[in-house]
Structure formats: structure tokens, C-alpha cells
């Protein structure tokens, strides 16, 4: 039982604010010289080595760093103008725009709390301004800052890669359709409730020299669009088609990134550099969060704690579909109280051979367990596009606003989950091997 206690305490602790690398590496080093001695620590100078050595992990930082030199390079500020423009007219067209600005941002930088600020900045004072209501307007937003979970290139996937030990190219395209899917689902809904409650999203008419044209909207949005449209082409194609690796297009990513700040004329020696300092940064909190999860993993497998919840998980009745619905649940509840990289190299090593055990195809439970960890961005109350939005939202936007408005998104997302458990050969999956 010292590995459950381990657990435990952990959870305990991080709702009480330590920091979540510290708290599961020094839980691990306490239950772990309780347990077995200094001996235990023996091969962690290996572990830790095999970790700053794993191809695949290279993506992250530099996939981080194409999103942010898109980020500080207003790539958002020019989308969602441009596509504001085109869809203000429809009753839900500025919501819209939003949900579809929030689809390309996440396939061209992937950074959750950036796409949410931006979004929040930019289109929340124009909705407020033509009299969306506030609930749909914030769980907009916020819907879609946390496309970047599912919809490659995401960090997420090629983390679980590694953890699942699959290839990242097959997680990115099996995590294609359910992604478009969630967008298509927004879109539907955003645009079915206005229709029948069209006092929740009044057309907005844009009319003057300011504004142009519709001719010289349509041709403004597609200045905007097809550059990151060509780049997220380059990225993902490049890796669908077998052509690059994802660490080698993560590359090609970063180059690209930094060619489009040039051609947006935003492109300086500093921007560069406080990009390269801000990678570096969000790089470190998560291969801090791995490390202390490497040591909690293994202090965890040594005391047995892995044979307990595989006994228990075996056990359940129905077998394979028991363990799909008991594993989604915990995944959800966690996702409340902890981040998503936490879940991913504590609880998810774990479930893996569990799933294996019993035929389950990894690729298609891993997009499960993505799809179910964007969800924890967006459940209070600690998801954290919640807290993003609320960071730039102007006073009159009440936290309870902002809960209430993401519950409909988040209703879909588990609809959308509910449909990918049930029926994986919609999007083209294979529930077994």
C-alpha cells in the first residue's frame, strides 16, 4: 500500500499548491528510502539520462518555440480581424470566427494559454460591444483556445507517443478528424442556438471606408490565412506523408515560424531571443514534471502499486469497456485538480499495459486520453483557459460567466469523446491491434 499512500499524498499536496515536479519527485525520494533505502535510487542517473536523450521529446521544445514566434508575431490579431470580417454579418459569426481562428491557431502554434489571451484581448471587447451575451462569448473563447490539446502539432500527442511507445506521425493523424470534428460541433452549436435565440448574437454590420469592401475583406483574410495555412501544410504534411520525422519538421516548424515573423514584418534579434528565453522556460517545467515523475514511477512500480491497480482494473465487470469508462472517469476527475503533463507521466503509465493486456490499440487509447485531457482545461475549477480568460476580461465578466459559458463546450467534448469510445471507425480508428 506504500505506493497508493505515495499517490495519495501527492494529491494532497498539490491541491495545497507545491509545485507539482517537486512534490512527485520528493514524494518519491521519502516513500522510496521508507520503502527500500538509498538503493532505490541507484539507476535514476540513468533514467534521467535516457530522458534528455529521447528523440522524440526534441519536438516539444521546438514546437514550442513555432508557437510562440507565431504568437509574438500577431498572427492571431490578423486571423481573427480578418475573420471577424467575413462572418460578423451571420447571427454567432464574430463566436464563430473565433471557434475557426481557435482551429488554425492550435495547427499552427499549439499554445493554449496564448490562443486564449489573444482571443480574449481581441475578440471579447468586439462581442461585448455589439451585446453577445457573455456566457456564449467566453465559453467561445475559451472552447477554442483548448483546440491546441487535440488538433496536431499538439504537445500532448507527442508526449504520449513516448509514453505509449507508438509512433507520433500515427497519433497525429488519427487525432486529425476527431479534431476537425470538435470544431464542427462548436460551429453547429454556436449557430443552431442563435438561430433560435437570436438575441444572444446579433449580426454585426461592418459599413465604410474603414472597413472596405467585401471584395477587400475576402482578400484581407486570405493575406492572413494562407501563409500559417501554408506553414501548418509544410509541418504536418511533411510528417503525415512520411516524408519528415516530427522532431525533423518541428524544425522545419521553427524556420518557418521565424520566416513568417519576417514577412509580417515583426521579426527583430530581441523577439527572437525573448522567444528562445520563453521555450526554455516552459521547456524546463516540463521535463522538471518528468523527471519527479520518473522517480515517483518508479518507486511506485517497485512497491507493487502498478500489480494493485491492475488487479483492480482487470477485475472490473465487462471486461475492456469497464476499464474504458472507469479509466475515462478518473482521467476527467483528475484533469480538475491536475495539469495535463502530471496525467500524462503519472496516471498514464499506469493504465498503458492495463490497456494492453486487453487488446485495447494503444494509438486509439491515447487519442482518448487526449481528448479526454483537453477537457481539463476547460472544468473549474482550476482549468486553466479559465484562468487566462479571466486574466484579460474586462470587470464586468464575473468568473461565474466564464464557468457557466464553457459547460455547453464541454458537454460536446464529452459527446465527442462518447462517440470516439463507441464508435472509433467514424474517424477512421481501430479499437484493437
Known amino acids: 500500500m506504500i505506493g497508493l499512500t505515495m499517490f495519495a499524498v501527492c494529491l494532497g499536496l498539490l491541491l495545497l499548491g507545491f509545485p507539482v515536479a ?26 534521467i539520462w535516457s530522458v534528455m536523450n529521447n528523440t522524440i521529446l526534441m519536438a516539444i521544445p521546438l514546437f514550442i518555440f513555432m508557437g510562440i514566434i507565431l504568437q509574438k508575431s500577431k ?19 464574430v463566436a464563430i470566427s473565433t471557434v475557426l481562428v481557435g482551429a488554425l491557431l492550435a495547427a499552427s502554434t499549439g499554445v493554449v494559454g496564448a490562443s486564449v489571451v489573444a482571443m480574449g484581448v481581441i475578440s471579447l471587447p468586439v462581442m461585448l460591444k455589439y451585446n453577445y451575451d457573455k456566457k456564449l462569448a467566453t465559453g467561445a473563447i475559451c472552447a477554442a483556445g483548448t483546440l491546441g490539446q487535440i488538433i496536431p502539432p499538439s504537445i500532448i500527442l507527442i508526449i504520449l507517443g513516448d509514453v505509449f511507445q507508438v509512433p507520433v506521425g500515427d497519433l497525429f493523424m488519427a487525432a486529425f478528424w476527431p479534431g476537425l470534428s470538435l470544431v464542427l460541433f462548436y460551429v453547429i452549436y454556436i449557430a443552431i442556438l442563435t438561430y433560435f435565440k437570436k438575441d444572444l448574437a ?3 454590420h461592418l459599413e465604410g471606408e474603414e472597413y472596405g469592401t467585401k471584395k477587400q475583406q475576402v482578400g484581407r483574410a486570405l493575406k492572413a490565412i494562407v501563409p500559417p495555412l501554408t506553414l501548418i501544410i509544410l509541418v504536418l ?6 516524408i519528415a520525422t516530427p522532431t525533423e519538421s518541428s524544425a522545419v516548424g ?3 515560424a521565424v520566416i513568417l515573423a519576417g514577412l509580417y514584418r515583426q521579426l527583430s534579434v530581441k523577439m527572437v531571443w ?3 528565453l520563453e521555450t526554455v522556460k516552459i521547456t524546463s517545467m516540463v521535463f522538471a514534471i518528468l523527471v519527479g515523475a520518473t522517480a515517483f514511477s518508479m518507486v511506485f512500480t517497485y512497491t507493487g502499486g502498478d500489480y494493485l491497480v491492475e488487479d483492480f482494473m482487470m477485475g472490473l465487470p465487462a471486461g475492456k469497456w469497464g476499464f474504458l469508462i472507469l479509466s475515462m472517469l478518473v482521467i476527467m476527475v483528475l484533469g480538475f485538480f491536475i495539469d495535463f503533463v502530471e496525467i500524462s507521466y503519472i496516471i498514464v503509465p499506469i493504465l498503458a499495459p492495463i490497456a494492453a493486456n486487453l487488446g485495447i490499440n494503444p494509438i486509439w487509447y491515447a487519442i482518448l486520453v487526449a481528448m479526454n485531457l483537453q477537457t481539463s482545461f476547460l472544468t473549474p475549477p482550476f482549468g486553466f483557459s479559465l484562468f487566462y480568460l479571466k486574466g484579460v476580461s474586462p470587470p464586468e465578466i464575473k468568473t461565474t ?27 477512421g480508428i481501430s479499437s484493437t491491434y
Not at 498572427?75 to 459569426?93: C, D, Q
Not at 504534411?237 to 512520411?242: E, P, T, V
Request: hydrophobic residues 55%.
Open 237 to 242: 504534411g511533411s510528417i503525415l506523408f512520411g
Open 202 to 204: 446579433p449580426p454585426i
Open 254 to 256: 521553427g524556420v518557418g
Open 22 to 47: 517537486f512534490t512527485f519527485g520528493g514524494a518519491a525520494v521519502v516513500f522510496g528510502l521508507i520503502a527500500e533505502g538509498q538503493g532505490m535510487f541507484a539507476m535514476m542517473p540513468h533514467r
Open 401 to 427: 460567466d466564464i464557468y457557466s459559458g464553457v459547460l455547453p463546450f464541454i458537454a460536446i467534448q464529452v459527446f465527442v469523446l462518447a462517440i470516439l469510445v463507441i464508435f472509433p471507425g467514424v474517424f
Open 274 to 276: 525573448d522567444s528562445a
Open 75 to 93: 498572427l492571431a490579431e490578423r486571423l481573427l480581424e480578418s475573420m471577424g470580417f467575413l462572418f460578423g454579418e451571420m447571427r454567432g459569426g
